[in-house]
């Protein structure tokens, strides 16, 4: 099959790159603007964990594929995808550089569920050695060349209790100062590392805590740079702003000097989602927030997809993927881009016991020593690395069957390249109604204009299948 891409030179691809993201304070900004950067994501893993290790690659090495992704995040102003589980001896290019060329970045786990590829929350010294690390330092030698990675998480819900918090917390931290150490002697650009935390209450503030301190006067390279949350506690129109704890989250992380994001949410019950938080997360009152990626991308056996992916290769879209457009569409773009006033010149606190309030969590900053050979790996890098690079798109139209809610066929799907930074909802035009108006033109805030009325999502349209089947009436209009 002809490739969808051709090599493209240092300089053509350089001048299409993504800026790059980084680190100020409380949150995300792009490098070259300075505008706050707000995370409008979801998590990405087609085929779920199993597939990982299979033979049957991973979720960015299949371009076909992500054409078809892009193209339908890029109409739902999507600019951040979380991927789990990916190879690093597969070439990733292609995927990645169409991700890049719509605006869209991408946060890497980089451990997997295959045994030496993670930390054992058991037994965490056992799991921490060289053989481990060569593996996460080959996520980080694939991806660290490409602009739209935004960075690494070191883990996923290490520490889900108080018996997992004993020893678990100090080597996270380990894991981080390797990954960053690694970054800095490999890498042409420091790239943020983070956690990201079970919202299991008795440990969450004691877990953010422990790694958003400061070990000492110099840099601390265990430190996080971010901290991720998988939330699943507002669930549907019946839950709230209080009634969901998102007040008790304010107030949680209201002086927290690393950027805080939902790196997952989405409470599947009721169904079809109606993704009420949406506007609470974006909106004034969760401005400490660096937004969230909604769980999940594609339908998988724990049925919370927003599209069904078939196994020719063709997808449809599900109640949820239009709901979620919808409440995406409502946002206030001005405000998310707006710089959260209260979170400049802040200072990490010094690491004490103080600052942990479960008995029975870690208070123990002595953090771990890199594993007999890891050091040689941090400061030689390891051997045979894979590499990544831009590449130059040639084809952009989707070759694959999409199709809405009722049936009918998407027509004319393609990305529209060339983006430089970060996508936004109503930064393309997208759905046609039933008349032909512009959807999501038409409901958002865009940056660039008057901030219009936000649309809400009708609740007698969501609450019975017919209606629901209706949602999905429309055409691309591309």
């Not at 603007?33 to 033979?55: L, S, W």
């Not at 979720?59 to 789990?84: H, V």
């Not at 970045?105 to 054992?120: A, F, H, K, Q, T």
């Amino acid at each position: 099959m002809r490739s969808l891409f051709s090599a493209l030179g240092f300089l053509a691809a350089t001048a299409s790159a993504l800026n790059t993201i980084e680190v100020s304070n409380q949150e995300f900004i792009d490098s070259k603007t300075g505008d706050r950067f707000m995370i409008i994501g979801v998590d990405y893993q087609p085929g779920g964990q199993d597939a990982y290790g299979t033979g049957a690659g991973d979720p960015l090495s299949n371009p076909k594929a992500c054409l078809r992704d892009a193209a339908l995040m890029q109409d739902m102003g999507i600019n951040t995808i979380r991927i789990y589980n990916l190879d690093s001896s597969l070439n990733h290019d292609e995927c990645v550089s169409i991700f890049n060329e719509v605006g869209i970045y991408m946060i890497i786990d980089v451990n997997s569920p295959l045994s030496g590829e993670s930390i054992d929350r058991s037994d965490p010294p056992s799991s921490y050695h060289k053989g481990y690390l060569n593996h996460i330092f080959s996520v980080v030698e694939a991806f660290k060349d490409y602009p739209n990675t935004l960075g690494f998480f070191a883990g996923n819900e290490i520490i889900n209790d108080i018996g997992t918090a004993k020893e678990n917390p100090q080597y996270i931290r380990a894991v981080q100062r390797d990954l960053k150490n690694y970054i800095k002697n490999n890498a042409n650009r420091a790239i943020p590392v983070g956690y990201s935390a079970a919202d299991v209450r008795e440990v969450l503030e004691d877990t953010w805590a422990y790694l958003q301190c400061q070990i000492g006067s110099g840099v601390d390279m265990s430190r996080s740079d971010f901290f991720g949350l998988n939330s699943y506690s507002w669930c549907g129109d019946a839950s709230s702003f209080t009634i969901s704890e998102y007040d008790k989250l304010v107030l949680m992380f209201g002086k927290s000097t690393i950027p805080v994001f939902f790196s997952e949410y989405g409470c599947n019950d009721p169904q079809p989602r109606l993704f009420d938080e949406v506007p609470t997360l974006y909106g004034p009152k969760m401005t400490v927030m660096s937004g969230g990626l909604v769980y999940e991308w594609s339908q998988e056996p724990s049925d919370y997809g927003l599209v069904q992916i078939n196994d020719d290769g063709s997808i449809k879209l599900l109640a949820d993927f239009n709901v979620l457009r919808d409440q995406y569409n409502s946002l206030d773009i001005n405000l998310i881009r707006s710089e959260n006033t209260t979170a400049t010149s802040l200072t990490p606190p010094d690491c004490d016991s103080s600052l942990i309030t479960e008995d029975g969590f870690s208070t123990n900053f002595n953090i771990p020593d890199t594993p007999p050979g890891g050091d040689e790996l941090i400061n030689n890098g390891i051997k045979n690395p894979p590499s990544g690079s831009i590449v130059s798109i040639t084809e952009t139209a989707v070759q694959v069957a999409v199709v809405q809610t009722d049936g009918s066929r998407v027509k004319n799907l393609q990305i529209r390249p060339g983006a430089t930074e970060a996508n936004f909802p109503g930064a393309v035009s997208g759905f046609a109604t039933a008349s032909g108006s512009g959807g999501a033109s038409a409901t958002s805030k865009s940056s660039k204009g008057a901030a219009a009325a936000p649309t809400a999502v009708d609740r007698s349209v969501i609450g019975n299948a017919v209606a629901a089947a209706a949602l999905g009436a429309v055409a691309f209009a591309l």
